[in-house]
């Protein structure tokens, strides 16, 4: 079992910056990918953005691409998400997952990562 405990929400205005972080416990997660999503009320969980196993190669939604950065530290077992120009419609629960395959994709589907955290509320003001 592999457990995710994301941390660093919170309320902040449009515009600002706001790092997400996301540690892994319970086994080595070296070697997998490792993906952001995001959901609100009413609606499926979005794809954000994903890191492949050594963070070579990143990949990100559309709607964040250029604001959104995706990082992680293998030796502290943690993954970032630092999110700059926050827009209103960012506002969401943010979800970190762990796709426990061994492959260099970056899968965009829920369906396709194994472990889920619990979710950190982000609420951006315009």
């Known amino acids: 079992q592999v457990q995710l405990v994301e941390s660093g929400g919170g309320l902040v205005q449009a515009g600002d910056s706001l790092r997400l972080s996301c540690a892994a416990s319970?086994?080595?997660?070296?070697?997998?990918?490792m993906g952001w999503f995001r959901q609100t009320p009413g609606k499926e969980r979005e794809f954000v953005g994903g890191?492949?196993?050594?963070?070579?190669?990143?990949d990100y939604a559309d709607a964040v691409k250029g604001r959104f950065t995706i990082s992680r530290d293998n030796a502290k077992s943690m993954v970032y998400l630092q999110m700059n120009s926050l827009k209103p419609e960012d506002t969401a629960v943010y979800y970190c997952?762990?796709?426990?395959?061994?492959?260099?994709?970056?899968?965009?589907?829920?369906?396709?990562?194994?472990?889920w955290g619990q979710g950190t509320q982000v609420t951006v003001s315009s």
């Open positions: 997952a762990l796709r426990w395959k061994l492959t260099v994709e970056i899968p965009t589907s829920t369906n396709e990562y194994t472990y």
């Open positions: 319970g086994r080595p997660v070296n070697s997998y990918t």
């Open positions: 890191i492949t196993w050594n963070g070579g190669r990143t």
